[in-house]
Every structure is written in structure tokens, then in C-alpha cells.
């Protein structure tokens, strides 16, 4: 499973803050950027749950 540090860490701040817009501020990023990575992983997390 090859997924990037930075998409679990996005997800912790997530995970953390419960606001895409939360994390967006820890993580000093835009909230579209934070959007985009969880999509990014939740497409990940799919097709490894298929295998």
C-alpha cells in the first residue's frame, strides 16, 4: 500500500479539528487543497478495500 504520509496527516487534522476548514489552518494550506487530498485518499482507500 504506497499512500502518502501527507494524505494521513491531512486526515488526522480532519480527523482532529471534524472541519475541512480547521485542519486547512493547522496545516497552514486552503481548504480546496485539504478537499482535494481527502478525495485523493478516499479513492485510495477504495480500491485497496477491493483487493
Known amino acids: 500500500m504506497d499512500i502518502s ?5 491531512t486526515f488526522y487534522y480532519v ?8 485542519a486547512a489552518e493547522a496545516l ?8 482535494r487530498t481527502m478525495k485523493k485518499l478516499e479513492k485510495e482507500v477504495d ?3 477491493g483487493i
Open 28 to 35: 497552514l494550506n486552503s481548504q480546496p487543497n485539504i478537499t
Open 5 to 9: 504520509y501527507d494524505y494521513y496527516r
Open 15 to 22: 480527523a482532529k479539528y471534524k472541519s475541512f476548514t480547521g
Open 47 to 49: 480500491f485497496f478495500a
